[in-house]
């Protein structure tokens, strides 16, 4: 058990490593692929074009490490990524993980709640289609999950957007305040999530309730209140939770363009917007929290289905 | 005790088990529905502006936000550019992303699969070990860190999209040949006296075709839906071109003067989509 | 004696109208267990599921089945759900499907005794030992069904279907997949629960079940039965002509070989000292064997001995650990050749069996001639060469097997279990026509079967390996 554990733990910790070193090289070429005087137009973002001199110029060079040799400057560009030394934002001279301390919040609320919406809207509708197959409800919950599944979650929030704020006015469009603020970027990520979770719980469930183990609970006595509690949800959520990890995929890239959309301040709307102003030292903070968050909620779906599957447990 | 006889034979049940499940494969109904709504999406991208004088930049600030007229059958955007023009164009660009890229990630995705699952040992810890560092990250997150290093560059945004899409073909092509080169059926062939190619050609490829083809179909999507989320933040391809997340974008502040205009990019989007999730005739399980 | 279950004119159609059992009657007498023998496909599983009324949805039970005056066919379905586990129950055909694989095997006994049979928790719990202890199974409680063996699962999943005490037992193949000597302890069991006052029906394809089990027995062919009497006279004497052709395809009944093999002959295959282990057990250590051409080598074993291993490693498919196997010189490498357990599995089901056959005598510059004959000879007609392996049946492949491999002339065959998922009359046909063969054509042939009276009828010579484990 705790050598399952220790083993799963140790490829999500290589995993986090690769996560660090593909950002790390990314941003490095990034680097060198800046136009000759873009340090002088980044330190004039910074400070604004009347007080741009040289001396400002070569400070953003020298946090860039442009002054360097590119093998020494990648060597120092990882070995500061190594020790967390994310540097200055360009733009606004904050350093880096002071920024993303604030925006990393806002982004695990966003991406929480859409899982969990997802799996409250997703799991009931995938049971109830599963266990009659064909019938009425899965066939509608199949025409909707094709066609969300046909729409990026941008366009589910733009309909969301028009339905809730606009035309009925209930939800505020965008920006950050109350809980009412999350619910519309929140349901635009859940949507489609929702979606494939319902046709996973879907074909789990016909899969399970056709299995020889249903049908051995329901004839030596178990009624099907108790076979489906006993021996169907567990077996259930077995693929809707490895599936999960298929979808953190999905919840990752949509939480970057939802967040744009709604400006809600998380990390993906600061990625964008670095990526915009080419704001070196913020795209790679933002893109590695991205990229460890991505592992963190890869590792969390791992120890929930550890503890629903006993099998996993087996070393 | 009694037994009665009764006359006539009943049908073999035996015979059920045996119904064949690999006879000739055909198209499901949702894979005919999704190359109709292709096919569609071809004729009206590529044949429709044949007939018309549209140009997808030009500007009539005359006639903005029109509605659907005979010179410009879909009505034109802010700008007074043709919405037909724009709308074809985009979707010329995105199916032309879509293909390009899908084809340049099967060749190498397969060849490595195959190789890896066949070949085992170091050939394989390799190539998984490449796949793993696409794979640590989500594929949009590469994607838009290589647009960034060259922004608005369509050949950049090709190239992520067809690094990212390579590593689904070589998981999916490496565990199914990794099982099949241990099944008794290529055991068997191979004690015959028969050689790689016929192995691959017999064996591997019949079974795995179907999975490389429902692959692409997803990549297709996967593809178009990239290009537009980028295009709608602002960091993919920039104005003026015709590019469907980019129009959304520059359409939404007129929404409400002017819906039938921003929902022709949507549909547009929609569609393409829906036909290649149609095209690929599975569902996640 | 007293009658529990009287069946009448039960029959099974599917919705279209078909008839997948002919009309059946039968009484099932306390304390007498009674016996459905006949072939996989002839509708005793169907039967078996009319009887408890779990039917899949496209088939319909008509007849009348009676359970203390009351008719079961007739009765509402809730009314009858509630008979499950209570009065009537069923044994699965395997055991390590029907077990949840997510749950304890301890767990899955008690929630029989306290949610079926009512038990308070204390109670239901120490019913459970009671099962597991009586069952050998002291150890497994908190095991999962993927670490049993497949006799420990079955008593696992016997003792789960018997936790609600119904009198009634139905058990559907319960011997499936077992090797003979689990086979024994499940009978013993099924003996046992049925005592003097339950109701007892066992359905399977094995005659050795029916005779240890004794009372009455019924053979059944393509859902209709064709004799019934008591298990002594009947498997004795069989009435129907099927029924004769089935207890002769008996491996116990196959006349005993007479010509005898003279080992003066040439040697096909060596292996010297070889060992082999699998998971830190010694499968088999330091054993040396000869092989000659034309002779029949018998390899005997449970499950997990390892007798399939060896066969693999004489082949060269698996590398000793120690020792070597060495081929006598100068024959091509294609006359060594194997015949696999499950047919399907040995043929890619996307191309036609001719398309392959053509395949096979193009490699090697066969003439085709030579087909024709030999499918006439192992009984294939000849428009199976159109078809694709996955649409024939299984004795037919695997006679299709053995035409690919007997056209490159073996010299060493090695039949893996051949026959172990066909039918015993297909069973027979088949393997006598393939130590015909082979000797015929001079090849040594390497028999490997879990079933000891097959080997001991069929081979000129044999090994056994123990089980590393008996579970």
Redesign the interface.
């Known amino acids: 058990m705790n050598r399952v554990i220790s083993t799963l733990l140790l490829q999500r910790l290589v ?1 986090a490593g ?2 660090a ?3 790390g090289t ?2 490095f ?2 680097t060198r ?1 800046l136009p000759g005087d873009m340090a002088f137009r980044i330190a004039a973002g910074r400070y604004g074009y009347e007080q741009v001199n040289a001396e400002a110029a070569a400070a953003v060079q020298a946090e860039l490490g442009l002054d360097q040799s590119p093998l020494i400057a990648y060597f120092h560009w990882l070995s500061d990524l190594l020790s967390l030394d994310l540097g200055h934002s360009l733009v606004s001279g904050e350093s880096v993980v002071s920024e993303l301390a604030h925006q990393l919040g806002h982004s695990l609320d966003l991406a929480l709640m859409a899982m969990l919406l997802a799996l409250v809207i997703g799991v009931p509708v995938g049971i109830l289609s599963g266990l009659r197959p064909n019938g009425w409800v899965d066939r509608l919950a ?1 025409v909707s ?3 969300l ?4 979650p ?2 589910i929030g ?2 969301l957007i ?1 339905l809730f704020a ?1 035309q009925l006015g209930w939800l505020p469009a965008a920006g950050h305040g109350g809980g009412s603020h999350l619910w519309l970027p929140a349901m635009a990520l859940a949507l489609g999530l929702a979606a ?1 979770s319902a ?2 719980t879907r ?2 469930m016909a899969r399970v309730a056709g ?3 249903y ?9 099907e209140g ?1 076979t489906l509690a ?2 169907g949800l ?2 259930v959520a ?2 809707v939770i490895a ?1 999960l990890s ?1 979808q ?2 999905y919840l ?2 949509g939480v ?2 939802i967040e ?2 709604f400006a809600w301040p998380g990390i993906g709307h600061a ?2 917007h670095a ?2 102003a ?1 704001d070196v030292p913020m ?1 790679q903070g933002t ?1 590695l929290v ?2 460890l968050l ?2 963190t909620l890869n590792t969390l779906v791992d120890l929930v289905s550890l503890y ?4 996993r447990r ?1 070393s | 005790m009694m037994a009665s006889r009764s006359p006539g034979l009943a049908p073999s049940v035996a015979r059920f088990r045996w119904a064949s499940s690999h006879t000739r494969r055909r198209l499901s109904h949702a894979q005919r529905w999704g190359i109709s709504l292709l096919a569609a999406l071809l004729v009206f991208a590529w044949v429709v502006p044949l007939f018309l004088d549209a140009d997808p930049t030009r500007q009539d600030l005359m006639s903005t936000l029109a509605a659907p007229s005979l010179q410009h059958p879909l009505g034109t955007d802010h700008l007074g550019r043709s919405m037909l023009a724009r709308v074809a164009a985009a979707i010329r660009l995105s199916l032309g992303l879509a293909l390009l890229s899908v084809v340049t990630a099967a060749l190498p995705g397969l060849l490595a699969g195959v190789t890896a699952g066949w070949r085992g040992g170091w050939c394989d810890r390799l190539l998984s070990t490449v796949a ?2 696409v794979l ?7 994607v ?8 608005g560059n369509f050949w950049t945004l090709y190239i992520g999209i067809a690094l990212v899409l390579w590593v689904e073909y070589f998981r999916v092509v490496r565990s199914a040949t990794r099982i099949l080169a241990q099944s008794p059926q290529v055991e068997s062939s191979r004690l015959l006296g028969f050689g790689r190619w016929y192995i691959f050609r017999r064996h591997l490829w019949p079974e795995l075709a179907p999975q490389v083809t429902t692959l692409a179909a997803f990549g297709a ?1 996967t593809s178009i ?1 990239a290009v ?2 980028l295009g ?4 993919g391809l920039k104005p003026p071109t015709a590019e469907l ?1 980019l129009m ?1 974008t520059e359409l ?1 502040p007129y ?2 003067e002017a819906p039938w205009v921003l929902a022709q990019p ?1 549909l547009a ?3 393409m ?2 036909s290649f ?2 095209l690929a005739g599975k ?3 | 004696m007293k009658a529990i279950m009287e069946v009448h004119d039960l029959s099974v159609t599917t919705s279209e109208g078909a008839t997948l059992v002919w009309p059946i009657s039968f009484t099932l007498e306390a304390g007498v267990p009674l016996t459905l023998l006949g072939e996989t496909g002839s509708g005793k599983s169907l039967l078996a599921q009319a009887l ?1 009324g ?1 039917l899949p949805p496209a088939l319909n039970a008509s007849g009348r089945v009676i359970i203390d005056g009351e008719n079961l066919l007739e009765m509402p379905p809730q009314q009858r ?1 509630r008979w ?3 009065r009537m ?2 044994l ?3 055991p390590w ?8 095997v301890g767990a899955q006994i008690n ?2 005794h306290r ?2 049979a009512g038990l308070e928790p204390a109670a239901a719990r120490h019913a459970m030992y009671d099962d597991l202890e009586g069952l050998g199974l002291a150890d497994s409680e908190f095991k ?1 069904p ?2 049993l063996s497949g006799g420990m699962a079955q008593r696992a ?1 016997f003792a ?2 018997r ?2 005490n ?1 009198p009634i037992v139905i058990a559907d193949e319960p011997t499936k997949g077992l090797d003979s000597a689990r086979r024994d302890d499940v009978v013993r069991l099924l003996a046992q629960a049925l005592g003097s006052n339950g109701g007892l029906l066992t359905i399977t394809h094995d005659i050795a079940v029916a005779e240890q089990l004794g009372g009455t027995v019924m053979i059944m062919r393509r859902g209709e039965c064709l004799e019934s009497g008591s298990a002594e006279t009947l498997l004795k004497a069989p009435q129907s002509a099927y029924g004769q052709q089935l207890m002769a395809a008996n491996p116990q009944h196959w006349l005993a070989r007479h010509q005898h093999f003279n080992p003066a002959d040439d040697t096909v295959l060596q292996a010297r000292s070889v060992s082999l282990s699998r998971g830190g057990k010694s499968l088999f250590d330091n054993l040396t064997l000869n092989l000659y051409r034309g002779e029949v080598l018998g390899i005997n074993g449970a499950s997990g001995s390892g007798k399939s291993s060896l066969g693999d490693l004489l082949l060269g498919l698996v590398k000793p650990d120690a020792g070597k196997v060495e081929r006598a010189p100068g024959i091509a490498s294609t006359r060594f050749l194997k015949l696999y357990q499950d047919p399907p599995a040995a043929f890619s089901p996307f191309w036609s069996l001719g398309t392959l056959l053509h395949d096979l005598c193009r490699l090697h510059k066969l003439s085709w001639d030579s087909v024709p004959p030999l499918m006439e000879r192992l009984g294939l007609a000849p428009d199976l060469l159109e078809r694709r392996s996955d649409s024939i049946s299984g004795g037919e492949l695997q006679r299709f097997s053995i035409l690919r491999a007997l056209l490159l002339e073996p010299v060493f065959l090695f039949a893996d279990e051949p026959t172990s998922r066909l039918d015993p009359i297909t069973q027979q046909q088949t393997l006598e026509l393939l130590v015909e063969l082979a000797r015929e054509r001079h090849c040594a042939l390497l028999l490997v079967s879990h079933d000891k009276a097959l080997i001991d009828h069929a081979c000129d010579r044999q090994l056994s390996l123990e089980a590393p484990i008996r579970g």
């Open positions: 995993q690769l996560v070193w593909v950002v990314l941003t070429i990034l692929a199949l999950a094709v066609a599944r046909s729409l990026p941008f366009v733009l309909l028009m606009v494939v046709r996973v074909h789990g299995s020889p183990y049908a051995f609970s329901r004839t030596r006595g178990l009624s108790q006993r021996h567990r077996n077995v693929p599936y298929v953190l995929v990752v890239e970057v363009v744009s959309l990625l964008v990526v915009v080419r795209i893109a991205m990229g991505f592992v629903i599957d006993p099998r087996l | 793993d560092c640590a990250l989500p594929g949009l997150l590469l838009l860190m290589l647009a960034a290093i060259a922004p999507a839906l537009s989320s709608f933040v602002s960091i997340g959304m939404f929404y409400q949507v989007l929609f569609f989509v829906l999730h149609l569902e996640p399980q | 408890m779990n759900r499950w586990g209570r129950t069923m699965p055909q395997e499907h029907a077990l949840d694989p997510t749950m304890r929630e029989g949610l079926v999962l993927a670490q999943a789960a279907a936790a609600g119904a």
